[in-house]
């Protein structure tokens, strides 16, 4: 949206250098925000202190309205100004900053004449929050208009207003959701809510605003109530009864313990400030917002999350450097229609790029085709898509048999079976029809990528691409580089996942690469417990106790067993004894125990749910033997720090970013912790090395601590800076 010139009410002392602007157009005020510098507006002291004059100098001029909006191309405001927050340890200093931006708000929310924020993109958090205090709402029906409250993904709870504004606008159901969950609503739901009055097409914006400032009144939270649907009005009046109440209230607090197993207490802090707030005039209630997030923004738990944000960032940053060399890729080729390769092309097609998928015979590339318009259909169920747009981004699919379709494809990922001898046929087969500078992308999970090359007439263009299941899903991709991989492939490969919305690590060559190998080493761990009396119960038990989304024997299941006992094959096979499994995988997959795609493997799969099947005991010839929890716990988790310094001393991986990206991400290391290397650091390395010393006398050598481990701890070091 542009605003005509007109005399700004506030001077810049230097233009330019303001986080934004104010001026008036036919008797209406446009206040702009949009700080130089910045790709995205953040609600920064600075920011604050500007929006704070402008204020002031709009009650003493009185214009007929006042039109909030950001100069940005894609975003309205983000949220908080993370380092500054993330730099506050003083809960009386927190306090006097939410004051502050409290009375900010409130003096934005009692303007004497109406106030719209006209948004188009982002408005998160204290974005949403500020829109929250004008008295109107607008919103672009564009994709990047995205409206939430995420502050519970960073382990606090929304600090400026909106536990409160946001129920008493949409009802404390719908505010419940959103802010539970940190859940984006695009611009139409957001308008089924009540939470914006209007939407309109991008180029509409000023003409929408400004209709929404001659219209307005001060009737705005009665009218959201009114567009709400029977249902949420009704839950409503339920929360805010002394007999329905407690349901709601109960409700909410199940579902959340059930998510997060009690290791985020922000979320249960919400509920209890929503409710709470709701009985108090809403300086009071704001005031129990404002105490109850400076508590919660000291807290380790959103230390840790608001650290893996900025490593997060980090880390899509180096990426982001590394793909500007890549060349375009115009369209992709998808070599095996099977769960991975299909996902691959689903998400591909989402992204709008045009893809190639081909499969050995029609009855294989049309299940592969089939799920890609499933996976559709279910985003349009979600309301993700539109019918018509579904349907177009199936068109980007070509279903395939024939090499022939990919003659002017130079860009293949490679998604067939983890053999080597198949894997190199297929190779030789892509390279014998598609054009000389075909990058050759393999989804090998464990397969090193220069035994791969060997069939390439290009090995400079072999690279890896390591998925994780489900593809849509899962964020993290791994690029595996093999000594030989040029620049130009690298870089485009990791251009392609960006295009695909994959945070992306780069990792050298070996055996399992990272993550495989990492993981690889917990769930070992966890089948040597179970060959020494463990119960299969009580180790997924300890370990989703300690954060864990599933715990390893349920993991392994989901892998197959088969899979995961090629995988460690491949891994032994080249680092040695030290990775042998137990006796445990082989008796269970002669008996057809391959998990939940077999229905039975560690636990039995059926209509009523999963349980430990007691068979599996009797297979093994087990005797039980239990341990604590903690020593379980510390056994997986150690196990996975020792083999990651060992990975650390190879050159495999470096960055301790990448590392506790790719751990969070990849399979789920418990993400309140802030990663496995700041899990150490937590303990320390000194603690960290002496107990696997202690478990390798007890248990064997492989839990012996990797060289890097023993020199930091004797260096005093840690692996991020204190």
């Not at 600075?46 to 009650?59: G, K, N, S, Y």
């Not at 489900?470 to 991709?477: D, G, I």
């Amino acid at each position: 949206m542009t605003v005509t010139e007109a005399k700004p009410l506030v001077k810049d002392a230097r233009p330019g250098t303001n986080p934004g602007a104010l001026a008036v157009v036919d008797g209406i005020a446009w206040l702009r925000l949009d700080d130089p510098g910045k790709k995205v507006n953040t609600l920064s002291t600075r920011l604050m202190a500007w929006f704070e004059a402008q204020v002031e100098e709009l009650l003493r001029e009185r214009p007929a309205g006042l039109v909030v909006y950001s100069g940005k191309p894609d975003g309205f405001v983000a949220g908080a100004d993370l380092e500054e927050l993330q730099a506050l340890s003083d809960k009386e200093a927190i306090l006097e900053m939410l004051k502050r931006g409290h009375a900010l708000m409130e003096r934005l929310s009692s303007l004497p004449f109406p106030t719209v924020a006209a948004i188009h993109g982002a408005a998160l958090g204290g974005g949403l929050e500020l829109a929250l205090a004008c008295s109107r709402r607008v919103a672009t029906e564009h994709a990047k208009t995205k409206l939430g409250l995420p502050e519970v993904q960073l382990g606090l709870i929304p600090g400026l207003g909106g536990t409160q504004r946001l129920p008493r606008l949409i009802g404390v159901p719908d505010a419940l959701d959103i802010i539970l969950t940190g859940r984006q609503v695009d611009a139409r739901k957001a308008r089924r809510l009540g939470l914006v009055d209007e939407t309109c097409h991008p180029t509409d914006l000023r003409t929408a605003a400004e209709r929404l400032v001659r219209l307005a009144g001060d009737d705005a939270p009665e009218r959201a109530k009114s567009k709400q649907p029977f249902a949420s009005r009704a839950g409503d009046f339920l929360a805010r009864t002394p007999f329905g109440g407690p349901l709601v209230w109960d409700k909410a607090r199940a579902g959340v313990m059930k998510k997060t197993g009690g290791h985020y207490p922000a979320p249960l802090v919400a509920i209890d400030v929503v409710r709470e707030g709701l009985k108090l005039p809403l300086p009071r209630a704001l005031d129990l917002e404002a105490g109850a997030f400076s508590e919660l923004v000291v807290s380790e738990t959103a230390k840790s999350l608001i650290s893996i944000f900025f490593l997060k960032n980090e880390v899509e940053a180096r990426a982001g450097k590394i793909a500007k060399k890549g060349r375009p890729v115009p369209r992709v080729g998808v070599l095996g229609a099977g769960f991975m390769g299909s996902g691959v092309a689903q998400v591909l097609a989402h992204k709008g790029v045009p893809v190639v998928l081909k499969d050995r015979d029609l009855a294989a590339v049309g299940r592969g085709y089939g799920f890609c318009a499933q996976q559709f259909r279910e985003l349009v169920k979600r309301r993700r898509y539109t019918e018509a747009g579904a349907k177009q981004a199936m068109g980007r699919i070509l279903p395939t048999v024939d090499y022939a379709a990919l003659r002017r494809v130079d860009f293949v990922v490679e998604a067939v079976f983890e053999d080597l001898a198949v894997k190199h046929a297929v190779i030789r087969e892509i390279e014998a029809v598609a054009p000389e500078n075909l990058i050759f992308a393999s989804n090998t999970s464990a397969i090193p990528l220069a035994r791969l090359a060997e069939a390439s007439s290009r090995p400079q263009n072999v690279v890896g691409m390591h998925f994780f299941s489900p593809v849509a899903k899962m964020p993290l991709l791994e690029v595996i580089r093999h000594p030989g991989t040029s620049e130009e492939a690298l870089a485009t490969t990791v251009d392609v996942g960006r295009t695909m919305g994959k945070t992306v690590i780069v990792v050298g060559d070996g055996p399992g690469f990272f993550t495989s190998r990492v993981l690889g080493t917990m769930l070992n761990e966890a089948a040597w417990m179970l060959a020494e009396g463990v119960a299969i119960e009580a180790v997924d038990r300890a370990m989703t106790r300690w954060g864990w989304p599933v715990g390893p024997f349920a993991l392994l299941d989901e892998v197959g067993l088969d899979v995961a006992r090629h995988a460690g094959e491949v891994v032994q096979s080249a680092l040695g004894d030290r990775l042998r499994p137990p006796a445990v995988f082989g008796p269970m997959i002669e008996e057809g125990r391959l998990g939940r795609k077999a229905k039975k493997g560690f636990y039995l799969y059926e209509e009523k749910g999963k349980q430990v099947d007691p068979a599996i005991y009797r297979l093994l010839g087990w005797k039980e033997s239990p341990i604590p929890d903690q020593e379980i716990v510390e056994r997986c988790w150690l196990q996975m720090l020792n083999e990651t310094a060992r990975c650390m001393e190879e050159g495999i991986i470096e960055n301790p970013a990448d590392v506790d990206i790719g751990v969070i991400f990849g399979f789920g290391f418990p993400p309140f912790r802030g990663g496995l290397l700041r899990e150490a650091d937590r303990h320390g390395l000194r603690w960290a090395v002496d107990r696997l010393d202690s478990y390798a006398d007890r248990y064997g050598e492989r839990l012996r601590p990797a060289g890097l481990l023993r020199d930091m701890a004797e260096r005093g070091a840690t692996f991020y800076k204190k």
